[in-house]
């Protein structure tokens, strides 16, 4: 019997890039609400791991922002029929009482992926793009930017993470 698709890709494809995600990672979070102006940076503590057989990642974090507590959870994962990364996104303080969903492309070390949010206060829903890095095995750099319906882009959040197991 030949193998799955899924099966081809957690062996040697996007799936299999996927893994190389998993562990341990400690590092610091950068927080920017205006352009430019840093706003917090704070110590951060993280897990990724595999779900479902190896389809999907979790990834829960915590650490602090403006010295209050702060947790998220992502779900990362590659639909293989669309060729498309997909990631599901919570956290204690951007998302409020929201899930973001965004949708992308594999990079040559990680992903890229863009959702949509909006807020009352804006009458134009505004554009989340988020890239995840593996630049060696052991560095995993998690970057966020805030797209304005203009299209104008600044990163808002940037996450080095060393591993640690």
Known sequence: MSKSKFEISLES???HR???LTGSWEGSTKTW???GVLADESEMKGTI???LGGAFLLHEYQGS????PFEGIAIYGFDIPNNTFQS???DSFHMGTGLMVSNGTPTENGFS???QYSVPEY????NWRTTAELTDPDTLIITAYNISPEGEEDKATETIYKRVS
């Open 49 to 51: 791991k595999p779900i």
């Open 18 to 20: 996927l893994q190389a």
């Open 65 to 68: 922002l403006n010295g209050k």
């Open 123 to 126: 009458p134009a829903p505004w």
């Open 113 to 115: 992926v863009l959702g």
């Open 33 to 35: 609400f205006e352009p």
């Open 88 to 90: 599901a996104w919570i």
């Open 13 to 15: 494809g996007v799936h």
